[in-house]
C-alpha cells in the first residue's frame, strides 16, 4: 500500500475540518475516499467525494483502508467495534468512549482482532513540544520523584452559542459529561501521560454553572498518587480570559508551563537529601531558573493524522495509541463518580458502577436544551485546543 483512501463518519465540526486538512494536502499519502454523516447537507461542502448513507455501508464497502471516527461520543465505541472487526484501521476522536464500561469493550474488540490494525486517539496534545519536552526531562528523571501536581486549566471558554450548536452537546444522554468528556480529555491525557494515574479522586463539580447545560462546566479535583504525591485540576467552560498554568513539583525542583514557555527550578540536589544534612533551619538549596521557550503548538491535529497514515505505511510508533485512552476516560468518570456520590473514589474505578449511574443520570433527566434564538456562526476549531 502506497496511499491510505481514508473514510470519515461524521461530518460535523471536527470531521470537517479533518477532511478539509486532507484535501488542502496537509496530510501526506492519504486520501479522503468516502464521507457519511446522518446530516447529509454537510456533503455540499465536499462535492467530489463519495458518500454513503451510513456508517456501516462506508465500513463495509472495500473502499476505504482506514476510518476516521468524528461522531458524537457514544458512538465511538460501536463505530470503532464495527471498523476493527471488518479489518480496518482506525482513528477515533477523544474520547475514545464516554464512560470506562465502553472504553473495555472497544478495546476488547482490538484485542481480538487479528493481525492488528492500526488503532489510534486523537490526541492531537501530544504533539505539543512543551509537553513532549517536560515528559523528557521527567522520565530521564531530571525533576526526581514526582511530590506534587497542579493544573489550572480554565481557557476552555464556550459560549451559549457554541453549545446551542448540537442537540447532543452537553447532555447526559447526548454526549456523556461536560468540560470532562470534551475539552479535558486533553488535559487528563496529558496528565496521565506526565505524571501516572492517581490511585484516588476526590471530584467537585457545578453542573450548569455558567451554562444553560446540565452536565459539569466547573470543575475541581483532588489527586492522591501511590507514591504519596498529590495533586489539584481545575478546569471551566465559563471564565475568561482563564488560565493555562501546571505545575509539577518533584524532589529536583520544579516545572511550570504557561504562556508557551517552560520554566524548570532546578536545585542542585535532591531536596530531602539537603533537608537531612543541611544545619540551618531556614537555608534553601541552591537553585537553577532555566527558561526553556516554545516556539510553536506543534503539529496538532495533522500531525495525529499523518502520524496514523505513517503507521500504517512505514510502521511507525503510534503518538497517541488508542489503548491508552481509556486513561482518561477512567479520570473524568472518576471524578464525576465522586462529585455523584460526594465520596473520594479509589481506582480502578468500578467500570459497571459508573455505567449504572450514568444511565441512572439519563433515565431522570428532565433537561430540555433550548433552541439557538439566532443562527450559530461558523466556527475555526483550529483555534479548539
Keep these: 500500500m502506497k496511499n491510505v483512501r481514508l473514510g470519515i463518519i461524521g461530518m460535523g465540526n471536527m470531521g470537517s475540518t479533518h477532511a478539509r486538512k486532507i484535501l488542502e494536502g496537509k496530510v501526506k499519502n492519504v486520501t479522503l475516499a468516502a464521507i457519511t454523516d446522518s446530516d447529509t447537507k454537510r456533503y455540499l461542502d465536499f462535492p467530489d467525494i463519495p458518500t454513503f448513507s451510513t456508517s456501516e455501508e462506508l465500513i463495509k464497502s472495500g473502499k476505504v483502508d482506514a476510518v476516521l471516527i468524528a461522531t458524537p461520543h457514544y458512538d ?13 484501521h482506525v482513528l477515533v476522536e477523544k474520547p475514545i468512549s464516554v464512560h470506562k464500561a465502553d472504553c473495555e469493550r472497544l478495546l476488547q474488540a482490538y484485542e481480538k482482532t487479528s493481525p492488528k490494525p492500526i488503532f489510534s486517539a486523537m490526541f492531537n496534545q501530544r504533539t505539543d513540544p512543551a509537553y513532549r519536552k517536560v515528559r523528557d526531562l521527567i522520565k530521564r528523571g531530571e525533576i526526581g520523584d514526582i511530590l506534587r501536581v497542579n493544573w489550572i486549566i480554565t481557557d476552555w471558554f464556550r459560549t451559549e452559542a457554541y453549545y446551542a450548536s448540537g442537540g447532543w452537546r452537553a447532555t447526559w444522554g447526548g454526549e456523556g459529561g461536560g468540560v470532562l468528556l470534551n475539552q479535558c480529555p486533553h488535559q487528563l491525557d496529558l496528565l496521565q501521560w506526565l505524571c501516572g494515574m492517581p490511585e484516588e479522586v476526590t471530584g467537585f463539580c457545578a453542573f450548569g454553572k455558567y451554562h444553560e447545560i446540565e452536565v459539569e462546566d466547573d470543575v475541581t479535583a483532588f489527586l492522591r498518587y501511590p507514591n504519596g504525591a498529590t495533586g489539584v485540576f481545575v478546569t471551566s467552560t465559563g471564565e475568561a480570559p482563564g488560565t493555562n498554568r501546571l505545575e509539577i513539583t518533584g524532589d529536583r525542583g520544579r516545572i511550570v508551563i504557561e504562556d508557551r514557555k517552560i520554566t524548570f527550578l532546578r536545585t542542585i540536589e535532591p531536596v530531602r537529601e539537603f533537608s537531612k544534612s543541611c544545619p540551618g533551619g531556614f537555608t534553601k538549596p541552591e537553585i537553577w531558573t532555566i527558561d526553556i521557550p516554545v516556539e510553536n503548538f506543534g503539529g496538532q491535529h495533522v500531525a495525529i493524522m499523518q502520524n496514523f497514515a505513517d503507521a500504517i505505511l512505514e510502521g511507525k510508533e503510534l503518538i497517541a495509541p488508542a489503548v491508552e485512552g481509556i486513561h482518561s476516560v477512567e479520570l473524568a468518570n472518576a471524578i464525576l463518580m465522586s462529585a455523584f456520590q460526594n465520596r473520594p473514589v479509589t481506582l480502578p474505578l ?36
Design 76 to 88: 465511538h465505541t460501536p463505530l470503532g467495534i464495527a471498523a476493527l472487526e471488518a479489518g480496518l
Design 350 to 385: 468500578s467500570s459497571d458502577e459508573y455505567e449504572a449511574e450514568l444511565k441512572k443520570k439519563i433515565k431522570n433527566s428532565t433537561f430540555v436544551k433550548k433552541a439557538p434564538t439566532k443562527p450559530v456562526e461558523p466556527t475555526d476549531f483550529d483555534k479548539s485546543f
